[in-house]
Protein backbone atom coordinates (compact mmCIF):
# COMPACT_ATOMS: atom_id res chain seq x y z
CA UNK A 1 0.00 0.00 0.00
CA UNK A 2 1.24 3.52 -1.14
CA UNK A 3 1.14 6.48 1.55
CA UNK A 4 -1.26 7.67 -1.03
CA UNK A 5 -3.57 4.96 -0.47
CA UNK A 6 -2.96 4.91 3.22
CA UNK A 7 -4.28 8.22 3.55
CA UNK A 8 -7.29 7.45 1.57
CA UNK A 9 -8.35 4.49 3.35
CA UNK A 10 -8.13 6.14 6.91
CA UNK A 11 -10.14 8.87 5.85
CA UNK A 12 -12.91 6.34 5.66
CA UNK A 13 -12.06 4.49 8.72
CA UNK A 14 -12.97 6.59 11.91
CA UNK A 15 -12.05 4.17 14.52
CA UNK A 16 -8.31 2.91 15.04
CA UNK A 17 -6.52 1.48 17.63
CA UNK A 18 -3.79 3.90 18.08
CA UNK A 19 -3.50 7.63 16.83
CA UNK A 20 0.16 9.17 16.73
CA UNK A 21 -0.19 12.71 16.60
CA UNK A 22 3.54 13.98 14.90
CA UNK A 23 5.67 11.91 12.49
CA UNK A 24 9.13 12.75 13.58
CA UNK A 25 11.69 10.41 15.00
CA UNK A 26 9.56 9.71 18.25
CA UNK A 27 6.54 9.33 16.44
CA UNK A 28 6.73 7.20 13.65
CA UNK A 29 9.17 4.64 15.22
CA UNK A 30 5.71 4.49 17.29
CA UNK A 31 3.52 3.99 14.26
CA UNK A 32 6.01 1.51 12.78
CA UNK A 33 6.31 -0.78 15.50
CA UNK A 34 2.79 -0.29 16.62
CA UNK A 35 1.96 -1.55 13.12
CA UNK A 36 4.40 -4.28 13.35
CA UNK A 37 2.77 -5.82 16.23
CA UNK A 38 -0.42 -5.57 14.32
CA UNK A 39 -2.11 -2.71 15.69
CA UNK A 40 -4.25 -0.04 13.05
CA UNK A 41 -2.24 2.99 13.07
CA UNK A 42 -3.40 6.25 12.45
CA UNK A 43 -0.49 8.83 11.80
CA UNK A 44 -1.25 12.50 12.00
CA UNK A 45 1.72 14.56 10.17
CA UNK A 46 1.10 18.42 9.30
CA UNK A 47 4.50 18.97 7.25
CA UNK A 48 6.50 15.93 6.05
CA UNK A 49 7.30 12.62 8.29
CA UNK A 50 10.89 12.48 10.04
CA UNK A 51 10.16 15.50 11.50
CA UNK A 52 12.95 18.52 12.81
CA UNK A 53 15.89 15.70 12.76
CA UNK A 54 15.41 14.52 9.20
CA UNK A 55 14.64 17.63 7.37
CA UNK A 56 16.08 20.54 9.38
CA UNK A 57 18.44 19.25 11.90
CA UNK A 58 20.28 15.64 12.21
CA UNK A 59 20.52 15.04 9.38
CA UNK A 60 21.14 18.29 6.66
CA UNK A 61 23.42 19.17 9.45
CA UNK A 62 25.26 15.78 9.57
CA UNK A 63 25.93 15.89 5.67
CA UNK A 64 27.06 19.50 5.89
CA UNK A 65 29.57 18.38 8.61
CA UNK A 66 30.89 15.35 6.20
CA UNK A 67 31.08 18.19 3.66
CA UNK A 68 33.30 20.71 6.51
CA UNK A 69 35.45 17.84 7.70
CA UNK A 70 36.84 17.11 3.96
CA UNK A 71 37.39 20.93 4.01
CA UNK A 72 39.58 20.30 7.20
CA UNK A 73 41.47 17.58 5.09
CA UNK A 74 42.61 19.20 2.44
CA UNK A 75 44.45 21.64 5.23
CA UNK A 76 45.77 18.97 7.25
CA UNK A 77 46.96 17.37 4.03
CA UNK A 78 48.83 20.20 2.92
CA UNK A 79 49.89 21.53 6.36
CA UNK A 80 51.05 18.31 7.97
CA UNK A 81 51.27 15.65 5.34
CA UNK A 82 52.99 17.33 2.64
CA UNK A 83 50.61 16.80 0.10
CA UNK A 84 50.27 19.94 -2.11
CA UNK A 85 46.58 20.65 -2.23
CA UNK A 86 44.97 23.66 -2.30
CA UNK A 87 41.08 24.45 -1.67
CA UNK A 88 39.66 26.39 -5.09
CA UNK A 89 36.34 27.39 -3.51
CA UNK A 90 32.90 25.61 -2.09
CA UNK A 91 30.31 25.50 -4.45
CA UNK A 92 27.41 26.35 -2.05
CA UNK A 93 24.84 24.83 -5.00
CA UNK A 94 26.58 21.57 -5.08
CA UNK A 95 27.11 20.99 -1.75
CA UNK A 96 23.57 21.82 -0.88
CA UNK A 97 22.36 19.66 -4.11
CA UNK A 98 24.54 16.62 -1.86
CA UNK A 99 22.76 17.57 1.38
CA UNK A 100 19.19 17.94 -0.22
CA UNK A 101 19.40 14.41 -2.09
CA UNK A 102 20.74 12.60 1.00
CA UNK A 103 17.44 14.39 2.86
CA UNK A 104 14.89 13.37 -0.10
CA UNK A 105 16.57 9.84 0.22
CA UNK A 106 15.39 9.61 3.53
CA UNK A 107 12.40 10.96 3.65
CA UNK A 108 11.15 8.71 0.55
CA UNK A 109 12.73 5.90 2.64
CA UNK A 110 10.59 6.72 5.97
CA UNK A 111 7.33 7.09 3.77
CA UNK A 112 8.00 3.56 2.29
CA UNK A 113 8.48 2.21 5.73
CA UNK A 114 5.21 3.06 6.96
CA UNK A 115 3.46 3.13 3.69
CA UNK A 116 5.09 -0.66 3.71
CA UNK A 117 3.75 -1.44 6.86
CA UNK A 118 0.55 -0.20 6.83
CA UNK A 119 0.27 2.73 8.82
CA UNK A 120 -2.47 5.33 7.84
CA UNK A 121 -0.35 8.36 7.08
CA UNK A 122 -2.82 11.24 7.12
CA UNK A 123 -1.81 15.34 6.49
CA UNK A 124 -2.86 17.91 8.28
CA UNK A 125 -2.93 19.50 12.00
CA UNK A 126 -4.67 17.23 14.90
CA UNK A 127 -6.35 18.18 18.51
CA UNK A 128 -7.48 16.37 20.66
CA UNK A 129 -11.14 16.48 20.91
CA UNK A 130 -11.26 13.79 24.18
CA UNK A 131 -9.55 11.20 26.23
CA UNK A 132 -9.44 8.91 22.90
CA UNK A 133 -10.74 11.19 19.96
CA UNK A 134 -8.73 13.57 17.98
CA UNK A 135 -10.01 15.53 14.60
CA UNK A 136 -7.41 16.14 12.36
CA UNK A 137 -7.78 18.80 9.58
CA UNK A 138 -9.38 18.22 6.38
CA UNK A 139 -9.85 14.40 7.59
CA UNK A 140 -12.14 14.48 9.99
CA UNK A 141 -12.35 12.72 13.66
CA UNK A 142 -10.64 9.76 14.57
CA UNK A 143 -11.21 7.32 17.59
CA UNK A 144 -8.41 5.11 19.32
CA UNK A 145 -9.49 1.90 20.74
CA UNK A 146 -5.71 1.60 22.65
CA UNK A 147 -4.49 4.78 22.46
CA UNK A 148 -3.18 8.40 21.82
CA UNK A 149 0.56 8.76 21.25
CA UNK A 150 1.86 12.73 21.63
CA UNK A 151 4.78 13.48 19.26
CA UNK A 152 4.51 16.98 18.66
CA UNK A 153 8.42 17.75 18.89
CA UNK A 154 10.06 21.03 19.43
CA UNK A 155 11.40 23.90 18.11
CA UNK A 156 14.06 26.83 18.69
CA UNK A 157 13.82 28.78 21.34
CA UNK A 158 13.91 32.32 20.61
CA UNK A 159 14.57 35.21 22.41
CA UNK A 160 12.69 38.81 22.89
CA UNK A 161 14.19 41.99 21.38
CA UNK A 162 16.04 40.02 18.77
CA UNK A 163 14.71 40.53 14.89
CA UNK A 164 14.03 36.55 14.41
CA UNK A 165 11.85 37.98 10.96
CA UNK A 166 15.44 38.57 9.44
CA UNK A 167 17.48 36.94 7.21
CA UNK A 168 20.69 38.36 9.38
CA UNK A 169 19.42 36.84 12.42
CA UNK A 170 18.52 32.63 12.33
CA UNK A 171 17.90 29.85 13.75
CA UNK A 172 19.44 26.08 14.23
CA UNK A 173 16.25 25.16 11.91
CA UNK A 174 17.31 27.74 9.14
CA UNK A 175 20.87 28.35 9.49
CA UNK A 176 21.11 25.55 6.91
CA UNK A 177 18.93 27.06 4.47
CA UNK A 178 20.06 30.19 4.60
CA UNK A 179 21.42 31.40 0.95
CA UNK A 180 24.75 31.55 0.77
CA UNK A 181 27.87 31.46 2.99
CA UNK A 182 28.86 34.09 5.65
CA UNK A 183 31.99 35.89 5.83
CA UNK A 184 31.68 35.86 9.66
CA UNK A 185 29.06 34.00 11.72
CA UNK A 186 28.12 34.70 15.59
CA UNK A 187 26.85 32.02 17.37
CA UNK A 188 25.20 32.21 20.57
CA UNK A 189 24.75 28.92 22.78
CA UNK A 190 27.47 26.69 23.49
CA UNK A 191 25.87 23.78 23.60
CA UNK A 192 25.71 20.48 21.26
CA UNK A 193 23.66 22.54 18.03
CA UNK A 194 25.72 25.64 18.90
CA UNK A 195 29.14 24.06 18.61
CA UNK A 196 28.40 22.20 15.98
CA UNK A 197 27.24 25.13 13.91
CA UNK A 198 30.57 26.75 15.13
CA UNK A 199 32.44 24.69 13.56
CA UNK A 200 30.76 24.01 10.75
CA UNK A 201 31.00 27.54 9.53
CA UNK A 202 34.52 27.75 10.68
CA UNK A 203 35.49 24.49 8.15
CA UNK A 204 33.69 26.66 5.19
CA UNK A 205 35.97 29.93 6.06
CA UNK A 206 34.12 32.12 8.27
CA UNK A 207 35.39 33.85 10.95
CA UNK A 208 33.29 32.56 14.64
CA UNK A 209 32.78 33.79 17.95
CA UNK A 210 31.16 31.46 19.88
CA UNK A 211 29.20 32.82 22.74
CA UNK A 212 27.57 31.08 26.04
CA UNK A 213 26.55 31.96 29.22
CA UNK A 214 27.79 29.10 31.56
CA UNK A 215 30.85 28.90 32.17
CA UNK A 216 32.23 26.53 30.02
CA UNK A 217 30.63 24.79 26.44
CA UNK A 218 28.59 21.98 26.68
CA UNK A 219 27.44 22.51 30.16
CA UNK A 220 26.14 18.99 31.09
CA UNK A 221 28.80 17.05 30.36
CA UNK A 222 31.69 16.44 31.93
CA UNK A 223 33.85 19.48 32.58
CA UNK A 224 37.00 17.57 31.08
CA UNK A 225 35.04 17.15 28.02
CA UNK A 226 34.56 20.69 28.26
CA UNK A 227 37.85 22.05 28.44
CA UNK A 228 39.66 19.60 25.63
CA UNK A 229 36.50 20.65 23.17
CA UNK A 230 37.22 24.52 24.00
CA UNK A 231 41.15 24.10 23.24
CA UNK A 232 40.34 21.93 19.93
CA UNK A 233 37.81 25.00 19.00
CA UNK A 234 40.31 28.04 19.62
CA UNK A 235 42.54 25.72 18.01
CA UNK A 236 41.19 26.09 15.02
CA UNK A 237 40.81 30.08 15.38
CA UNK A 238 37.28 29.97 17.11
CA UNK A 239 36.34 33.24 19.09
CA UNK A 240 35.30 30.82 22.41
CA UNK A 241 33.58 33.25 25.12
CA UNK A 242 32.56 31.39 28.04
CA UNK A 243 30.79 33.02 30.93
CA UNK A 244 29.86 35.81 28.54
CA UNK A 245 26.23 36.82 27.75
CA UNK A 246 24.27 39.00 24.87
CA UNK A 247 23.84 42.29 26.19
CA UNK A 248 21.53 43.05 22.54
CA UNK A 249 21.73 42.91 19.33
CA UNK A 250 20.48 44.44 15.96
CA UNK A 251 20.47 44.36 12.25
CA UNK A 252 22.94 46.60 11.13
CA UNK A 253 23.19 47.14 7.05
CA UNK A 254 23.78 43.39 5.58
CA UNK A 255 24.66 42.09 8.92
CA UNK A 256 24.30 42.26 12.48
CA UNK A 257 25.95 44.52 15.32
CA UNK A 258 25.94 43.07 18.79
CA UNK A 259 26.63 43.96 22.03
CA UNK A 260 28.69 41.02 24.26
CA UNK A 261 29.18 41.12 28.14
CA UNK A 262 32.63 39.05 29.17
CA UNK A 263 33.20 36.89 32.15
CA UNK A 264 35.10 39.47 33.03
CA UNK A 265 32.54 42.24 32.92
CA UNK A 266 33.92 44.19 29.88
CA UNK A 267 31.47 45.17 26.83
CA UNK A 268 32.61 44.26 23.82
CA UNK A 269 31.21 45.36 20.33
CA UNK A 270 30.92 42.23 17.72
CA UNK A 271 29.90 42.21 14.08
CA UNK A 272 29.16 39.70 12.03
CA UNK A 273 27.46 38.87 8.99
CA UNK A 274 24.89 36.54 10.79
CA UNK A 275 23.74 36.17 14.07
CA UNK A 276 23.11 32.54 14.73
CA UNK A 277 20.77 31.89 17.92
CA UNK A 278 21.25 28.46 19.12
CA UNK A 279 19.72 28.66 22.99
CA UNK A 280 18.07 25.22 23.07
CA UNK A 281 14.62 24.02 22.16
CA UNK A 282 10.76 24.58 23.05
CA UNK A 283 8.31 21.98 23.02
CA UNK A 284 5.33 22.28 20.61
CA UNK A 285 1.70 21.95 21.70
CA UNK A 286 0.30 24.75 20.32
CA UNK A 287 -3.47 23.50 18.51
CA UNK A 288 -3.00 20.23 20.38
CA UNK A 289 -5.90 21.30 22.63
CA UNK A 290 -4.51 19.07 25.56
CA UNK A 291 -7.30 20.33 27.97
CA UNK A 292 -9.62 19.08 25.86
CA UNK A 293 -7.95 15.47 27.46
CA UNK A 294 -7.58 16.68 30.73
CA UNK A 295 -4.18 17.73 30.45
CA UNK A 296 -2.17 20.26 30.90
CA UNK A 297 2.03 21.14 30.20
CA UNK A 298 4.69 21.53 33.09
CA UNK A 299 5.84 25.37 34.09
CA UNK A 300 8.00 24.69 30.81
CA UNK A 301 5.74 23.32 28.74
CA UNK A 302 6.43 19.74 28.98
CA UNK A 303 3.92 16.94 28.84
CA UNK A 304 5.57 14.90 31.87
CA UNK A 305 4.75 11.09 32.21
CA UNK A 306 2.64 10.31 35.39
CA UNK A 307 4.34 6.84 34.32
CA UNK A 308 7.42 6.85 33.26
CA UNK A 309 8.06 2.81 32.64
CA UNK A 310 4.91 3.65 30.14
CA UNK A 311 5.35 6.86 28.73
CA UNK A 312 1.78 7.61 29.54
CA UNK A 313 0.46 10.91 30.83
CA UNK A 314 -1.85 11.65 33.70
CA UNK A 315 -4.53 10.38 31.84
CA UNK A 316 -4.51 6.91 31.10
CA UNK A 317 -4.20 6.09 27.49
CA UNK A 318 -2.42 9.28 26.26
CA UNK A 319 1.50 8.68 25.82
CA UNK A 320 4.11 11.07 25.15
CA UNK A 321 7.13 10.68 23.33
CA UNK A 322 10.23 12.41 21.85
CA UNK A 323 10.98 16.46 22.38
CA UNK A 324 7.65 16.66 24.17
CA UNK A 325 8.84 14.73 27.61
CA UNK A 326 10.74 16.52 30.48
CA UNK A 327 14.45 16.09 31.89
CA UNK A 328 15.51 12.99 32.36
CA UNK A 329 14.41 12.73 28.88
CA UNK A 330 17.33 13.52 26.31
CA UNK A 331 15.50 15.33 23.43
CA UNK A 332 17.69 13.06 21.25
CA UNK A 333 16.46 11.76 18.28
CA UNK A 334 18.18 8.29 18.93
CA UNK A 335 16.11 8.26 22.79
CA UNK A 336 12.81 9.09 20.75
CA UNK A 337 13.68 6.11 19.08
CA UNK A 338 13.77 3.64 22.09
CA UNK A 339 10.47 5.43 23.62
CA UNK A 340 8.78 4.71 20.41
CA UNK A 341 9.32 1.36 20.91
CA UNK A 342 8.01 1.43 24.54
CA UNK A 343 5.26 3.43 24.06
CA UNK A 344 4.28 1.09 20.99
CA UNK A 345 4.66 -2.26 22.92
CA UNK A 346 3.01 -1.01 25.65
CA UNK A 347 0.20 -0.18 23.84
CA UNK A 348 0.06 -3.86 22.58
CA UNK A 349 0.26 -5.06 25.90
CA UNK A 350 3.70 -6.59 25.93
CA UNK A 351 6.40 -5.77 29.01
CA UNK A 352 8.98 -3.73 27.97
CA UNK A 353 11.81 -2.76 29.89
CA UNK A 354 11.73 1.39 30.73
CA UNK A 355 14.39 3.77 28.93
CA UNK A 356 17.65 3.69 30.58
CA UNK A 357 18.59 7.29 29.73
CA UNK A 358 21.35 7.09 31.63
CA UNK A 359 22.61 4.83 28.71
CA UNK A 360 21.77 7.01 25.92
CA UNK A 361 24.92 8.23 24.07
CA UNK A 362 25.22 12.13 24.14
CA UNK A 363 27.04 13.27 20.82
CA UNK A 364 28.63 16.74 19.63
CA UNK A 365 29.45 16.33 15.92
CA UNK A 366 32.08 19.68 15.74
CA UNK A 367 35.61 19.20 15.44
CA UNK A 368 36.83 17.89 17.70
CA UNK A 369 33.79 15.82 18.15
CA UNK A 370 32.81 14.49 22.14
CA UNK A 371 30.81 11.40 22.93
CA UNK A 372 29.62 10.22 26.18
CA UNK A 373 27.59 8.14 28.50
CA UNK A 374 26.58 7.44 31.49
CA UNK A 375 27.08 9.80 34.57
CA UNK A 376 30.12 12.62 34.98
CA UNK A 377 32.58 12.69 37.77
CA UNK A 378 30.59 15.91 39.34
CA UNK A 379 27.33 13.78 39.27
CA UNK A 380 28.92 10.76 40.30
CA UNK A 381 30.12 12.32 43.02
CA UNK A 382 26.88 14.09 44.09
CA UNK A 383 25.26 11.05 43.96
CA UNK A 384 27.97 10.11 47.09
CA UNK A 385 30.30 7.18 45.09
CA UNK A 386 33.73 6.31 46.20
CA UNK A 387 34.68 7.28 42.48
CA UNK A 388 38.13 6.40 41.09
CA UNK A 389 38.38 8.30 37.53
CA UNK A 390 40.41 6.51 34.83
CA UNK A 391 41.97 9.23 31.70
CA UNK A 392 44.38 8.77 29.05
CA UNK A 393 45.18 11.51 26.10
CA UNK A 394 44.49 10.30 22.62
CA UNK A 395 47.88 11.25 21.60
CA UNK A 396 49.34 8.43 23.95
CA UNK A 397 48.39 5.89 21.31
CA UNK A 398 49.55 5.36 18.16
CA UNK A 399 47.05 6.10 15.71
CA UNK A 400 46.09 9.21 18.01
CA UNK A 401 49.57 10.62 17.13
CA UNK A 402 48.62 9.69 13.78
CA UNK A 403 45.29 11.86 13.70
CA UNK A 404 47.53 14.43 15.65
CA UNK A 405 43.98 16.12 17.27
CA UNK A 406 44.68 15.95 20.66
CA UNK A 407 41.25 14.18 22.58
CA UNK A 408 40.88 11.92 25.42
CA UNK A 409 39.07 9.19 27.24
CA UNK A 410 37.44 9.68 30.85
CA UNK A 411 35.91 6.71 32.83
CA UNK A 412 34.33 7.24 35.71
CA UNK A 413 33.46 4.11 38.37
CA UNK A 414 33.25 2.92 41.70
CA UNK A 415 35.78 1.61 43.67
CA UNK A 416 35.88 -2.00 43.09
CA UNK A 417 32.15 -1.29 41.20
CA UNK A 418 31.10 -0.93 38.16
CA UNK A 419 31.61 1.95 35.51
CA UNK A 420 29.47 4.58 35.67
CA UNK A 421 30.43 6.94 32.62
CA UNK A 422 32.61 6.89 29.75
CA UNK A 423 33.31 10.61 28.45
CA UNK A 424 35.31 10.99 24.87
CA UNK A 425 36.92 14.03 22.80
CA UNK A 426 38.37 13.72 19.48
CA UNK A 427 38.19 12.78 15.99
CA UNK A 428 35.51 10.32 14.67
CA UNK A 429 34.87 9.87 19.26
CA UNK A 430 30.59 9.27 17.64
CA UNK A 431 31.96 6.23 16.02
CA UNK A 432 33.57 4.88 18.72
CA UNK A 433 30.91 5.68 22.06
CA UNK A 434 28.37 2.33 21.43
CA UNK A 435 31.17 0.18 22.93
CA UNK A 436 30.79 2.14 25.99
CA UNK A 437 27.06 2.67 26.32
CA UNK A 438 27.04 -1.52 26.48
CA UNK A 439 29.62 -1.28 29.51
CA UNK A 440 27.60 0.98 31.32
CA UNK A 441 23.90 -0.49 30.39
CA UNK A 442 25.24 -3.53 31.67
CA UNK A 443 26.99 -2.69 34.88
CA UNK A 444 30.13 -3.74 33.82
CA UNK A 445 32.99 -3.76 35.79
CA UNK A 446 36.54 -2.01 34.26
CA UNK A 447 38.34 -5.45 34.96
CA UNK A 448 35.32 -6.86 32.85
CA UNK A 449 36.30 -4.54 30.16
CA UNK A 450 40.20 -5.11 30.54
CA UNK A 451 40.04 -8.85 29.08
CA UNK A 452 38.83 -8.13 26.07
CA UNK A 453 41.46 -7.30 23.62
CA UNK A 454 41.04 -3.54 20.98
CA UNK A 455 42.80 -3.59 17.94
CA UNK A 456 46.44 -2.39 17.74
CA UNK A 457 46.35 0.68 16.12
CA UNK A 458 43.25 1.98 16.78
CA UNK A 459 41.98 5.22 18.58
CA UNK A 460 39.75 3.19 20.44
CA UNK A 461 42.55 1.28 21.86
CA UNK A 462 42.53 4.56 24.06
CA UNK A 463 39.35 2.91 25.68
CA UNK A 464 41.13 -0.21 26.29
CA UNK A 465 43.93 1.22 27.71
CA UNK A 466 42.16 3.30 30.28
CA UNK A 467 40.17 -0.01 31.43
CA UNK A 468 43.52 -1.75 31.73
CA UNK A 469 44.53 0.75 33.56
CA UNK A 470 41.35 1.10 35.88
CA UNK A 471 42.31 -2.54 36.53
CA UNK A 472 45.90 -2.39 37.40
CA UNK A 473 46.91 -3.95 34.25
CA UNK A 474 48.23 -0.45 32.62
CA UNK A 475 50.77 -0.85 29.92
CA UNK A 476 51.41 2.82 27.95
CA UNK A 477 50.21 4.58 30.50
CA UNK A 478 50.35 3.84 34.50
Known amino acids: MTAAEAATVVTAAAVTDVIVIGGGTGGYSTALRAAALGLDVVLAERDKVGGTCLHRGCIPSKAMLHAAELVDGIAEARERWGVRATLDSVDWPALVATRDDVVSR ?39 RRGIVLATGSRPRTLPGLDHGSPQIVTSDDAL ?24 HRSLGADVTLVEAADRLVPLEDTEVSRHLARGLKKRGIDVQVGARLV ?30 AVGRVPVTDGLDLAAAGLATDGRGFVAPADWSRLESAVPGIHVVGDLLPPPALGLA ?24 AA ?39 KGMVHGRGGMVKVVAERNGRVLGVHLVGPNV ?24 HAHPTLSEAVGETFLGLAGRGLHQR
Open 248 to 277: DAAVDGDGVRATVRTARGESRTVRAERLLV
Open 334 to 357: HASFAEGLLVAETLAGLRTPPVDY
Open 177 to 200: FAPGLPGSVLVLGGGAIGVEYASL
Open 106 to 144: NHKGVEGHLAEAGVHVVRGSARLTGTRTVRIDGAGGFTA
Open 360 to 398: VPRVTYSSPQTAAVGLTEAEARQLDHDVVVGTMPLTAVA
Open 430 to 453: SEMIAESQLIVGWDAEPSDVAQHI
